[in-house]
């Protein structure tokens, strides 16, 4: 069955990094696209990024344009999304998501089961 596992997720300061993996199994993974989401308490989810099925196209939510930067090894099966200058506003549980097709524009359909990025001094 479809899985898809994030892990990478922690504590760290404003400014700090970190990089948020996913890995995926039950499905061929060089035939979807990827993305990633997030959700702060109290909130819904919301688009972070998304990457097509061959890491030649990547889309970004205004908010985290030039911080973030999402990539995927196919080889692996896995993607990831790597955050810079990391601010409080960025803390939310942060899940990875399968396309329903090779690019994002046909929407979502597996979800994992989200990793915690707490952003504090």
């Known amino acids: 069955q479809v899985q898809l596992v994030e892990s990478g997720g922690g504590l760290v300061q404003p400014g700090g990094s970190l990089r948020l993996s996913c890995a995926a199994s039950g499905f061929t993974f060089t035939r979807r696209a990827m993305g990633w989401f997030r959700q702060a308490p109290g909130e819904e989810r919301d688009f972070v990024a998304a990457i097509s099925w061959s890491g030649r196209d990547s889309y970004y939510a205004d908010s985290v344009k030039g911080r973030f930067t999402i990539s995927r090894d196919n080889a692996k099966n896995t993607g990831y999304l790597h955050m810079n200058n990391l601010k409080p506003e960025d803390t939310a549980v942060y899940y990875c998501?399968?396309?329903?097709?090779?690019?994002?524009?046909?929407?979502?359909?597996?979800w994992g089961q989200g990793t915690q990025v707490t952003v504090s001094s």
């Open positions: 998501a399968r396309g329903r097709g090779p690019d994002h524009d046909l929407g979502w359909d597996y």
